[in-house]
């Protein structure tokens, strides 16, 4: 008879503290909570919680490696002089078009590369490649560029007396981590 009320107990306890790697299951309305979650979610799957904890940080969310593809367009005047008329540099991050520059000024919008195909922010490199060409030179720039704040909320609900409350944490509007404790 002690051993399926043992059994029973745990089996009880483990769905009153089950937290299920990215999951969690409240009790009192019978609903799983994952993560990803919006903090509407959550409080429609746990009701409202005990206690709301809102942080922001400013700090650079963000380290840039920028590679940069630079293009020298020539100008035959004669067969014994090559001037160069235009510096064209494409700035790439992630394997995207971030910018475009001609002799050192911003382009807005998109570029006919040398005559043979638009390219614009947000193109990939592939495109690029394609289209311009092999770049005669290319060099990788570090930039820090602060990111927009970071919103964290931190919704906790508190338990039964003896349990450490469940911590719902959202990072901008979605739920990142589930973790138990203050």
């Given at each position: ?22 999951s ?56 014994w ?102």
């Amino acid at each position: 008879m002690a051993k399926p009320l043992i059994v029973m107990s745990l089996f009880t306890m483990f769905f009153t503290l089950s937290a299920w790697g990215d999951s969690y299951y409240c009790t009192n309305t019978q609903r799983v909570v994952s993560t990803g979650a919006t903090l509407d979610q959550i409080i429609q799957a746990c009701g409202n919680p005990s206690k709301v904890e809102n942080t922001e940080n400013s700090e650079p969310v963000a380290r840039k490696f920028l590679m940069q593809w630079i293009y020298l367009s020539k100008q035959n005047l004669a067969p014994w002089d090559n001037k160069i008329v235009a510096d064209l540099t494409i700035s790439l991050f992630q394997d995207r078009v971030e910018s475009i520059q001609v002799n050192g000024k911003e382009v807005q919008g998109g570029i006919n590369c040398f005559g043979r195909g638009m390219i614009q922010p947000g193109d990939l490199r592939s495109k690029v490649a394609l289209i311009c060409g092999k770049p005669d030179a290319h060099q990788h720039n570090r930039k820090t560029i602060m990111g927009p704040k970071e919103t964290t909320t931190r919704l906790i609900y508190q338990r039964a007396a003896n349990l450490p409350p469940v911590i719902f944490e959202l990072k901008q509007g979605s739920l990142a981590e589930i973790h138990y404790g203050s």
